[in-house]
């Protein structure tokens, strides 16, 4: 009942941007952040930065002063603007509804593939 697509995804070169989107539709309560995780392979899933419905955010130490995340007023969809992007970003990332700012939900997108050359 709950649907998540990101968008956004792409092959960048490090010190380039790109901006995801994730969109929610359907049934969505018992949350309170949207948000985004990644994973790259054989790696763990890590967060990324998570943004609450009043516009509170948390941030990976790794992305801070680099990505900023965002809502769109009215609508079930935030984005994430990754500027100066490093081939460590290098990863799928998947969009989240989220219980907390730090702990994330049953709910994830399918997922965008960001790669980033050196």
């Known amino acids: 009942q709950v649907q998540l697509v990101e968008s956004g995804g792409g092959l960048v070169q490090a010190g380039g941007s790109l901006r995801l989107s994730c969109a929610a539709s359907g049934i969505i309560f018992s949350y309170n952040a949207m948000g985004w995780y990644r994973q790259a392979p054989g790696k763990q899933r890590e967060l990324v930065a998570t943004?609450?419905?009043?516009?509170?955010?948390n941030y990976a130490d790794s992305v801070k002063g680099r990505f900023t995340i965002s809502r769109e007023n009215g609508k079930n969809t935030v984005y994430l603007q990754m500027n100066n992007l490093k081939s460590e970003d290098t990863a799928v990332y998947y969009c989240?509804?989220?219980?907390?700012?730090?702990?994330?939900?049953?709910?994830w997108g399918q997922g965008t593939q960001v790669t980033v050359s050196s």
């Open positions: 989240n509804l989220g219980r907390t700012l730090v702990i994330p939900g049953n709910y």
């Open positions: 943004i609450t419905s009043g516009g509170l955010t």
